[in-house]
């Protein structure tokens, strides 16, 4: 059961504040200049709230059914749910006609199975919702059953929308991963094949997508709510993570297969459309430790491969290239855009209008945000047909997976590979071999056992998958010693510590004749 924060009378008193705030509005009343006004193409151009309430639930031949979506997803910047939940009671109980009334259901429908977050924890919701409820005709239940088996279900936790492996249902088979040779993972570079790092950085990333919120990505919360600063965390992490794959090693036809495996990861992931990943990869290839090191790139093999990236996610004109793949498959085939597309749009949309017109809600803005908005959930709708491997989707969240900082990725690069040849010989001192301290609040289901029978499989007989229950969702990389990083670059041998010979203690002059003493009279 979820936990509530608030009392029962706090709950009330929310209620009966927005109901005061609503007090004085009437429905079904002329339209004037003062609450709303049309465009050129009768589209509503800016209006009040509770007239866009009404139009969304009207009953008219003239009916707009897309209002519906873009008030849902746009609402969040000048309004509460509890506020928008008092506007539809009022609509339903003071409506005289039947189609008036399956419209606030089918509105609420539409409300509980789209944006399911705003019910979660949210008891204020459901209690209006019951006194709609109990206060129907037995022929004016309409779609009332459903919307209260949704809000029942979200309420107890009994559906996780957001389950990080789902199975289409259709007659293709997910994809069978490729399993590496031993259960402990050490070093995903060199025990993971290019394929399956590709498939379970996908599938990460789909579930981190699909948990992006929409009232994260409204100018109320500066477009960086939590689920997008998580997504924006998790891009920082994995781009720091290739670089300093790359800069652990020092041999130079061994750090250059490690950009060619980085290069087919990227490649794999362009193939299953997730472009996030392949900026990930990128971002950390031109990382100005790994871009400076000329003579590594030339023992890279991949180098067309490489280029022919660049161009598909080339931010010239926009990044016109990707939104033209994008554009052809949304709604059909999984994939994950890069979301700096997105935020880059919404700021711009943001900029482009005020919120409140002459005391009116802007809504021509708010329109082209819900699209975008409804983009963003749409491409999180089709999931990927990919199965965790739990050694390895734990190995890539974990927090003793070796991240450096970008100081110490840039000191350690210039002493690998000087900019003059020179002979490498002893790491300077005042390189910091440290971890930065970073933490990463994943989401629970991440890391938790899922109860989907398919992510699991067999190997020799035997359960290869495990995972220990519920975890800790947040991380903490810890700042660790130095001392077996420089061990690692300085290539020697550490000189092994004596042991120090215990010191014998001295005995006072008083002592040596009371010792004498007892041994003359054991004689």
């Known amino acids: 059961m979820p936990k509530y924060n608030c009392t029962f009378d706090e709950h009330i008193k929310r209620i009966i504040a927005a109901e005061e705030k609503f007090k004085s509005i009437t429905y079904d009343l002329e339209d004037t200049e003062s609450v709303i006004c049309y465009g050129e193409d009768k589209s509503i151009r800016k209006s009040t709230l509770y007239k866009l309430v009404e139009k969304a639930t009207s009953s008219l031949a003239s009916f707009d059914i897309w209002i519906v979506n873009e008030l849902l997803l746009s609402y969040h910047d000048f309004a509460s749910p509890v506020e928008l939940m008092v506007l539809l009671y009022k609509r339903f109980v003071s409506a005289s006609k039947i189609l008036v009334k399956m419209r606030v259901f089918n509105m609420l429908r539409r409300w509980s199975k789209l944006i399911t977050w705003d019910w979660e924890n949210n008891i204020e919701l459901a209690m209006i919702y019951s006194v709609i409820y109990h206060s129907l005709e037995p022929d004016e239940m309409f779609h009332a059953p459903t919307v209260l088996n949704n809000v029942k279900y979200i309420l107890n936790g009994c559906v996780d929308i957001l389950a990080p492996c789902v199975y289409w249902g259709d007659t293709e088979e997910p994809h069978i991963p490729e399993l590496p040779p031993k259960s402990k993972i050490e070093n995903l570079i060199n025990e993971v094949s290019a394929l399956e790092l590709a498939r379970q950085l996908t599938q990460i990333e ?30 920082n992490r994995i781009s720091h993570w290739v670089a300093t794959e790359i800069c652990k090693v020092f041999d130079k036809k061994e750090r250059a297969s490690v950009v060619d495996k980085f290069i087919d990861i990227a490649m794999y992931c362009n193939q299953f459309h997730n472009y996030n990943g392949v900026m990930e990869i990128l971002g950390g290839l031109t990382n100005p430790a790994v871009f400076r090191m000329k003579s590594t790139f030339k023992y890279v093999r991949n180098k067309l491969e490489l280029e022919s990236l660049k161009e598909v996610v080339s931010e010239v004109d926009g990044f016109s290239n990707m939104r033209k793949i994008l554009k052809e498959i949304i709604g059909i085939e999984a994939c994950i855009p890069y979301l700096g597309i997105y935020l880059s749009d919404l700021v711009r949309v943001d900029a482009g209008g005020l919120k409140i017109i002459d005391g009116l809600i802007n809504f021509t803005k708010y329109r082209r945000i819900s699209s975008l908005i409804e983009e963003i959930i749409e491409f999180g709708s089709v999931p990927y047909k990919f199965l965790f491997v739990v050694n390895i989707r734990d190995k890539i969240l974990s927090p003793f997976l070796q991240i450096w900082s970008d100081d110490t990725l840039f000191n350690t690069s210039v002493f690998i590979e000087p900019k003059h040849g020179k002979s490498r010989g002893d790491p300077p001192k005042e390189i910091d071999y440290h971890y930065p301290n970073v933490m990463i609040p994943y989401p629970s289901y991440l890391l938790s056992k899922s109860p989907n029978p398919l992510e699991y499989a067999e190997r020799d007989g035997t359960s290869y998958y495990s995972s220990s229950g519920k975890r800790s969702v947040t991380f903490e990389i810890p700042i660790r010693s130095s001392r077996k990083l420089k061990k690692l670059l300085s290539n020697r041998k550490p000189s092994k510590r004596r042991k120090k010979k215990p010191k014998k203690k001295s005995r006072s002059r008083s002592a040596k004749l009371m010792n004498d003493r007892r041994k003359s009279a054991q004689l």
Do not use: A, E, M, T
């Open 206 to 235: 789909s579930v981190l997508w699909r948990n992006i919120k929409p009232w994260d990505c409204i100018s109320k919360n500066n477009f960086s709510g939590n689920s997008v600063v998580l997504f924006k965390n998790h891009f």
